[in-house]
């Protein structure tokens, strides 16, 4: 979708303007006059590097303008997702959002880069106008020191060239069934506190539907400007392999103080084996080294112990499939006297609540041809779709909240108490599907 050979080439590999880049942006939607102090955007306003901005090339875009008002009296939309780039180097941003229509209703649904959830199906009535801001974290693959000069470079993946979060662009996902959008505003935010993220496909921002994970839900429920979400997970990584990758040096390179590191391995860990490997052995070592590095560094390590796997009896009752992992974590988070959320707990009754033939429902189960390209059937019970995930996520945030870290401070106050025994009914979740769409299962199981 988005241009993104040339995005990955200038992302990746040109860091000759990254120090003194332009960090903040004023953008006026629309064919009508743009507002003073705003760069207008029309629909042929297309992604060009020497630009440094614009909408990708597929967008389908139409612009309306009812007059007036410079800013509210214009604005642009589309019957499909739309994106729109914006070059910024590494960290955190505050984006303010102008949606609605003085003569119309408008939804929208706000994802940034791969897929983070950042506001849901935000309505206005008619000639009603809202403000939106989220708070998201862009970066690239280098790592630099305190002076700023890049040492070294985090070891992707081949398919992680495509993603849209290694490349030093946001991108925005304009979603859902009328989305109105007359401006957008850009700042750094040097203040928040960030969630960095550590783990594998189950965390992951999941790049295509049908695929999710909880880490690319998560900002959707924290008040933005006070708390950014960083999700460095990745598919098939288990702490040794994320430690050589060097995601965790990326990470510590950013972090200051008071900053989460929130680590969810397991899945991968498992199937390793060899001398002196094993859960109560290298596993646990590992999550020890992990935590110092980040104590070293006066940020904040919270375990995550890994969810279940779609596995039940006879009986309806979740079997362990993770062995002696998740206890290693609850070992370990004693030990060394640090946060554990126990997602494996909570997602047994998740699962059981749901049952055996309902469970389907939040996994990546769904018949042949139900997307484009997709020849077989396709079963997972290990990732999950975007109901799943979201689910998943509630767990999370009701967990910080349970156990009242100082995170719980930052939960929207819209957010409900989530009961993993009652979870929200499938046909009362919406989630208007991107555009991109991929039928070949992720690493990991």
């Known amino acids: 979708m988005k241009i993104k050979c040339c995005l990955v080439f200038w992302g990746m590999l040109s860091v000759v303007f990254v120090n003194a880049q332009r960090t903040s942006f004023k953008f006026d939607f629309g064919n009508g006059r743009a507002a003073k102090g705003y760069i207008s955007v029309t629909p042929e306003s297309k992604f060009a590097n020497e630009k440094g901005y614009g909408f990708s090339k597929e967008s389908e875009l139409t612009a309306v303008d009812r007059g007036g008002n410079a800013l509210t009296g214009d604005y642009i939309t589309s019957s499909k997702p739309f994106y729109f780039s914006v070059n910024l180097p590494d960290g955190n941003y505050d984006v303010k959002l102008i949606l609605g229509d003085k003569k119309g209703t408008s939804a929208t649904t706000v994802r940034a880069e791969c897929r983070r959830l950042m506001l849901e199906n935000i309505r206005t009535k008619k000639g009603e106008f809202v403000t939106e801001t989220f708070t998201v974290n862009v970066r690239d693959s280098l790592i630099r020191d305190e002076k700023g000069n890049i040492v070294k470079t985090v070891r992707l993946k081949p398919r992680e060239y495509e993603y849209l979060h290694w490349d030093n662009f946001l991108t925005i996902e304009f979603n859902d069934s009328m989305p109105k959008v007359c401006a957008v505003e850009i700042t750094p935010n040097k203040t928040a506190t960030t969630i960095f993220l550590a783990g594998n496909s189950t965390v992951v921002d999941q790049s295509r539907e049908p695929w999710a994970a909880w880490g690319q839900m998560l900002p959707r429920f ?83 112990t890994s969810m279940n796997r779609r596995n039940f009896d006879a009986n309806g009752k979740i079997v362990n499939t993770l062995g002696d992992y998740p206890e290693a974590v609850r070992q370990t988070a004693k030990e060394e006297n640090v946060a554990v959320i126990d997602l494996n707990a909570m997602s047994k009754v998740l699962y059981e609540a749901w049952g055996p033939q309902e469970s389907v429902k939040a996994f990546v189960h769904y018949p042949a041809n139900t997307f484009p390209g997709q020849t077989t059937k396709l079963e997972d019970n290990t990732h999950f779709n975007p109901y799943g995930a979201y689910e998943l996520a509630r767990c999370i945030v009701q967990s910080i909240r349970q156990q009242q870290l100082p995170l719980a401070e930052f939960i929207r106050p819209e957010v409900d108490s989530f009961d993993a025994a009652k979870p929200l009914p499938v046909e009362n979740f919406y989630w208007p599907m991107s555009s991109f769409v991929n039928s070949t299962k992720p690493d990991g199981n």
């Open 222 to 304: 924290f008040v933005p400007g006070k708390i950014a979400v960083a999700n460095y997970a990745e598919s098939g990584e288990a702490l040794n392999s994320f430690l050589s990758a060097r995601r965790l040096e990326k990470i510590l390179s950013l972090m200051k103080p008071g900053d989460y590191l929130f680590m969810e391995f397991g899945h991968n860990d498992q199937k390793q084996k060899g001398p002196g490997i094993g859960a109560f052995t290298s596993y646990k070592k590992l999550l020890k080294q992990y935590i110092a590095e980040v104590k070293k560094k006066g940020g904040i390590p919270v375990l995550v």
